[in-house]
């Protein structure tokens, strides 16, 4: 990937269409790929979703799907015709198997969600699990990959961790990416755009920090200037 916008995934984490397009027509050619989740998805987002793509856009469609293998797939199946970039499942290994077999033949990237970035060890045992994040996410990176994946989503504490597991060719979708100095919000394992590339990430979800800007257009040139300087290393 030659440019560096490819990589900088906008969440468009607003509850109306009119705030999202406002958004977006304010970035303009700043940014070219943006995250459409559950919040945008329930006002309007998979039309605005098509819209975008029409317009040339690269979404990023973040349903984290998990149903029966058949739900799973029929649900792919719609969702890669729609001419969608990325998609989120959560990475259990018999959806996943489903996922990958729908999307067979179209250039759909599937990512499993790993563990999500806003829960730590003490979330993980209120669910009910024994591993701790970083051991669940290193298993479900080793089952991503055995299924066929296009990449995982997880914190970019883990990145270096699971490149070895995923090999060179997989993606490492990162969302929590915070400038310095920017408040966390809800999110508790996070790191900087630069600290995530060096990580081993290959593209960050950054929201906030864009969207929520008094400037969202500086906001998102300092991330992408930034990323620059990992990316694109001067002689």
Not at 11 to 16: F, N, R, Y
């Given at each position: 990937?030659?440019?560096?916008?490819?990589?900088?995934?906008v969440?468009?984490?607003?509850?109306?269409l009119k705030e999202a397009e406002s958004i977006v027509s304010t970035l303009g050619d700043e940014i070219s790929f943006y995250k459409i989740g559950y919040q945008l998805l329930f006002a309007g987002g998979l039309r605005f979703a098509r819209e975008l793509i029409e317009s040339e856009k690269k979404i990023f469609l973040d349903m984290k799907l998990l149903d029966i293998d058949n739900t799973v797939?029929?649900?792919?199946?719609n969702i890669a015709r729609m001419g969608v970039s990325m998609l989120t499942l959560h990475a259990y290994p018999k959806a996943m198997r489903a996922a990958v077999k729908a999307a067979a033949g179209s250039p759909l990237k599937l990512l499993g969600v790993t563990v999500l970035?806003?829960?730590?060890?003490?979330?993980?045992?209120?669910?009910?699990?024994?591993?701790?994040?970083?051991?669940?996410v290193l298993k479900r990176a080793k089952q991503a990959r055995e299924a066929g994946m296009g990449g995982i989503v997880c914190s970019a504490e883990e990145s270096a961790k699971v490149?070895?597991?995923?090999?060179?060719?997989?993606?490492?979708?990162?969302?929590?990416i915070?400038?310095?100095g920017a408040d966390h919000g809800d999110q508790k394992r996070v790191m900087t755009p630069s600290e995530a590339l060096r990580a081993g990430s290959t593209h960050l979800v950054v929201a906030?920090?864009?969207?929520k800007a008094g400037d969202p257009c500086e906001a998102a040139r300092a991330i992408l200037d930034e990323m620059r300087t990992v990316l694109e290393p001067k002689a």
């Open positions: 990937m030659t440019d560096v916008r490819d990589r900088l995934i969440g468009l984490d607003v509850p109306t797939a029929s649900g792919v199946e970035t806003s829960m730590d060890d003490a979330d993980l045992i209120e669910a009910g699990y024994a591993d701790t994040a970083e051991t669940l490149r070895p597991i995923l090999g060179p060719d997989m993606a490492i979708v990162t969302p929590g915070r400038p310095a906030r920090p864009i969207v």
